[in-house]
T-cell receptor, first 113, second 117 residues
Framework: DAKTTQPPSMDCAEGRAANLPCNHS???????VYWYRQIHSQGPQYIIHGLKNNETNEMASLIITEDRKSSTLILPHATLRDTAVYYCIVARISSGSARQLTFGSGTQLTVLP | GAGVSQSPSNKVTEKGKDVELRCDPI?????LYWYRQSLGQGLEFLIY????????KSGLPSDRFSAERTGGSVSTLTIQRTQQEDSAVYLC???????????????FGPGTRLTVL
């Protein structure tokens, strides 16, 4: 699976949009971009995933560049509870399942009051 | 509904002892995964079960590690002759089938924190 590069940390003011970047320049055509987050001492939580089109759900929006070499996760109105480590992961889907997910170091997002 | 549950939440053991970690996936989920996370590190894939297919054991670090999934539901991860480097949080995740939801998503449990003294 393709490797991803994320900034180690970011701050965001409460109520503002948090934009988390991710580079995945070696992504293959059949690999999806996933975002998970992990709040301290909890298991990772799925946020969103996409292939090449932008995606939006109740938690966030995912913007994937046209060449698919980078993406941005957007939390439109960050709250203190959004403070977590955010992981950008690239993985193939086989028979509908993203078999194993390879988690890197992620971005520690701190939402400030 | 109920999420993925794991037990125990914490386990302290002595070097050389065997331990068993349990995972109860979300009811009806066909895929089950084990990962481990060492302090300050990312997740490391261990093993993957999908329905009745043979499990993908490619992530198991040594033959001291094994896992079973009985009846397509509950899974047990066993570590024999534990070593101090086995200390980590062991996380279980499950995914639904195509018919039940989005099989591309993994739902994680809270983990079992294993400490080997």
């Amino acid at each position: 699976d393709a490797k991803t590069t994320q900034p180690p940390s970011m701050d965001c003011a409460e109520g503002r949009a948090a934009n988390l970047p991710c580079n995945h320049s070696t992504i293959s055509g059949n690999e999806y971009v996933y975002w998970y987050r992990q709040i301290h001492s909890q298991g990772p939580q799925y946020i969103i995933h996409g292939l090449k089109n932008n995606e939006t759900n109740e938690m966030a929006s995912l913007i994937i560049t046209e060449d698919r070499k980078s993406s941005t996760l957007i939390l439109p109105h960050a709250t203190l509870r959004d403070t977590a480590v955010y992981y950008c992961i690239v993985a193939r889907i086989s028979s509908g399942s993203a078999r194993q997910l390879t988690f890197g170091s992620g971005t520690q997002l701190t939402v400030l009051p | 509904g109920a999420g993925v549950s794991q037990s125990p939440s914490n386990k302290v053991t002595e070097k050389g002892k065997d331990v068993e970690l349990r995972c109860d996936p979300i009811s009806g989920h066909t895929a089950l995964y084990w990962y481990r996370q060492s302090l300050g590190q990312g997740l490391e894939f261990l093993i993957y079960f999908q329905g009745n297919s043979a499990p993908d054991k490619s992530g198991l670090p040594s033959d001291r590690f094994s896992a079973e999934r009985t009846g397509g539901s509950v899974s047990t991860l066993t570590i024999q002759r534990t070593q101090q480097e086995d200390s980590a949080v062991y996380l279980c995740a499950s995914s639904p089938s195509r018919l039940a939801g989005n099989p591309a998503t993994q739902y994680f449990g809270p983990g079992t924190r294993l400490t080997v003294l």
